[in-house]
């Protein structure tokens, strides 16, 4: 029987999902669309089986072609990142950072990480996280002079603090990451270093970013976002940690693992070896780049003057309304990005002083500069009155138009 006949609720619910992402621009710097495949691999038979355990070490009998996915997943990842080890099975990035963190420290050890207020994520250690709550986790910010980093300062909070680990990798920050100097950080106080490259990861893989993997002693990632792939997360490390992580995510913070979004992880990851995947991220910095420009251009203020990658913060002060008023008119108008605090913000973060901009999504649409000047218009236009509801309808019937030229389905997804 099938999903419309015998749940049609939810049948229904998903085909308005379809429309949703079919009609909509999506600049929200974490999603993406996958591929055909991908969908096709995590809505497989795979799914029945449990598989507690590594390859030739399970739990359970009838595991003979699971250790074949593994297997294939774990050699594609190395390959693809050029690491030493490999563990496919976390099923966020928050879980692969939980599984560092646990591989190597205790509990109320001092953690180093950016401020979740100045491009952070939750688990570098924001008190309302396992990571804030569970070890004492001191945050680095970025200067007020130019909003970039300041590795002069992180240097001197971590001679002082003598961190057991330092996390480096962000969640909106728009520049490029050095870390090499965060290993010589690292070395300085004899700590960790812990890379989460969970927004950069296509990047990194394509050459287009400094790779963390030569530096760091773990390297973290999600699966989707750049990369493109399943929801799902992986952590790369060093030989003399492969037993260590292996046992952090298994048995230690995880049971089974989901076979399905493994093998759809090893779909992605073949993916983001051929030359399209790198030409793809070459047309997200040159997206990126282009629609702050003309964010810029329009009297919007872009945090740190710009962007290196594939996201861009503006400052919506200026223009006398909030991230969280603009994230509303946008939606509305069929623009999907978030609200989201800006270095040294004054508003909390339900409000927010500036919005986040990605062009992972829109650039798998294949849009180029040209359609990203379209998109800053439309922008523009909805937050110039941001409680014009027929404006916003408007504009909504215009990124219809758009959309349907860059359809998600004759392109294969």
Do not use: W
């Amino acid at each position: 029987m099938k999903l419309e006949d015998r749940d049609k609720e939810m049948y229904d619910l998903i085909k308005l999902e379809e429309e949703r992402e079919e009609h909509s621009l999506i600049l929200i710097a974490s999603e993406n669309y996958v591929d055909k495949e991908i969908l096709e691999v995590q809505g497989s038979v795979l799914t029945n089986k449990y598989a507690e355990g590594y390859p030739s070490k399970r739990y359970y009998s009838g595991c003979r072609y699971y250790d074949d996915i593994e297997n294939i997943a774990i050699e594609r990842a190395k390959t693809l990142f050029k690491a030493e080890h490999a563990n496919v099975q976390p099923h966020s990035g928050s879980s692969a950072n939980m599984a560092v963190f646990y591989s190597v420290l205790n509990f109320g050890d001092t953690i180093l990480g950016m401020d979740i207020a100045h491009g952070g994520h939750l688990t570098h250690g924001s008190k309302v996280s396992f990571s804030g709550r569970l070890y004492k986790a001191l945050g680095y910010t970025v200067s007020k002079r130019d909003e970039l980093l300041d590795y002069d300062e992180i240097r001197e909070i971590a001679l002082r603090e003598k961190p057991k680990m330092i996390i480096t990798g962000a969640s909106a920050y728009p520049r490029m990451i050095d870390f090499m100097k965060f290993r010589e950080i690292a070395d300085q106080v004899g700590a960790f270093l812990m890379a989460d490259i969970a927004h950069i990861a296509g990047l990194v893989t394509a050459g287009l970013h400094q790779s963390p993997v030569e530096y760091a002693d773990f390297v973290t990632t999600t699966t989707h976002k750049t990369l493109r792939g399943p929801r799902g997360g992986l952590i790369l490390c060093k030989k003399e940690f492969a037993k260590k992580i292996d046992s952090a995510v298994f048995p230690g913070i995880q049971g089974g693992p989901l076979m399905h979004v493994i093998a759809a992880k090893a779909v992605a990851f073949k993916n983001a070896m051929s030359q399209e995947f790198v030409s793809y991220q070459d047309q997200i910095i040159k997206n990126a780049k282009h629609l702050s420009m003309c964010m810029e251009k329009c009297g919007y203020r872009i945090v740190s003057g710009g962007t290196d990658n594939h996201l861009f913060l503006v400052d919506l002060t200026s223009k006398g309304i909030t991230g969280n008023e603009a994230q509303i008119a946008l939606e509305r108008s069929g623009i999907m990005v978030n609200k989201n605090l800006i270095p040294f913000d004054t508003k909390g973060p339900n409000i927010t002083s500036g919005i986040r901009i990605g062009t992972p999504a829109v650039t798998t649409r294949k849009m180029k500069e040209k359609e990203m000047e379209t998109i800053c218009d439309l922008i523009d236009r909805a937050l110039k009155d941001v409680n014009n509801k027929s404006l916003h309808l408007e504009i909504k019937d215009e990124v219809k138009a758009l959309c349907k030229d860059f359809s998600l389905y004759s392109l294969n997804h």
